[in-house]
């Protein structure tokens, strides 16, 4: 047995795994990016004497050599089946994952945008243009759907407040829930609701502006945390107002400045910030955007976008 680093190979050149004699033979193999060190449970053949027929292999108490040593000896008797029975965390610490917004694929080349340092059971959230989330793994073999709004690392602790718009009732509302864990699909929002603002910065601030009738009344500033409490993504919400909203924003507090971070204090990326679609986003930060009522309805709604972030 042996784990070892391949680090560049030769086209159409042949290497030895084994010590290259014709009776060597692999049983098992694995690739691991990160140096993962899984767990193997090993059934003998049976034979007199041998008490033990089936033990674990643990890699990680395995050194990482060169792909031309030996290895060591793991046993002298025949092996009849191999079964994986664990996989490992990384031996190597975590490892930068980026997310490129193109081919809607990770990497660890630096690609796009750097999600954080993952390692181990850590997840990631993936948001799509039909409101719909769900986690997964950070395997940077796997493809997201071509509608991804958004990937980021998840983090079961991260409240999402979002503020929407009901056709059905012409009214605004803001929920706030914190997303479950699974790689089913789950929708936050109804299919007669249109998503205005999100954002996952505590202490945040919605502020209403308001038109027609009541163009003459004062902003609103409405305290997220404290307006509506946090419930399952099922929920419906908090209604925000009945007057003619003109304008609705989220104001995130200030975060005070942090030094830049080198060597092992490099950033992780965010968590739990999320963009809007590409149809809700404008460059600048006091640009303004429209969304489409209903028919019927001409009225429009202007709707502040500056740092809208779901999870």
């Known amino acids: 047995m042996k784990r070892c680093a391949i680090k560049g190979i030769t086209r159409d050149k042949e290497y030895n795994i084994t010590k290259g004699d014709p009776k060597s ?21 049976p034979r007199p004497r041998l008490k033990k027929v089936i033990v674990d292999l643990d890699f990680s108490t395995v050194a990482i050599k060169g792909r031309q ?39 660890t080349d630096g690609r796009g945008v750097l999600l954080g340092e993952f390692q181990g059971d850590d997840k990631l959230i993936v ?7 769900y986690t997964t793994n950070f395997d940077i073999t796997q493809h997201f759907p071509d509608d991804t709004v958004h990937v980021s690392k998840y983090s079961p602790d991260t409240v999402y407040a979002v503020a929407y718009f009901d056709r059905s009732q012409n009214y605004y509302y803001l ?35 308001f038109q027609g009738a009541q163009a003459s009344r004062p902003a609103e500033e409405i305290d997220v945390d404290g307006f509506v409490g946090v419930k399952s993504h099922r929920a419906k919400g908090k209604r925000l107002t009945t007057y003619d909203v003109a304008t609705l924003a989220f104001v995130e507090p200030e975060r005070p400045e942090r030094p830049e971070p080198s060597g092992e204090d490099a950033p992780n990326g965010s968590e739990g910030d999320f963009d809007l679609p ?10 303004e955007f429209e969304i489409e009522r209903p028919k019927g309805d001409t009225e429009e709604v202007i709707v502040d976008t500056e740092q809208l972030n779901l999870f």
Not at 29 to 45: D, Q, R, T, W
Not at 83 to 105: A, M, P
Not at 127 to 133: D, E, P, S, W
């Open 25 to 45: 033979e692999i049983l098992y193999m694995s690739v691991n990016p990160n140096g993962e060190a899984e767990v193997l449970k090993i059934y003998f053949k």
């Open 69 to 107: 040593s030996q290895g060591n000896l793991f046993s002298r008797y025949g092996i009849h089946k191999i079964v994986l029975k664990e996989r490992g965390t990384s031996t190597l610490g975590g490892q930068q994952i980026w997310y490129d917004e193109d081919v809607h694929r990770l990497n």
């Open 127 to 133: 948001r799509t243009a039909k409101n719909v989330y």
């Open 175 to 209: 929920k706030r829930f914190t997303a479950e864990q699974g790689e089913k699909m789950q929708s936050f929002l109804d299919e007669d609701a249109d998503l205005v603002a999100v954002t996952s910065c505590p202490g945040a601030v919605l502020v209403l502006t």
């Open 278 to 287: 590409e149809t809700m986003t404008v460059e600048g930060t006091d640009a």
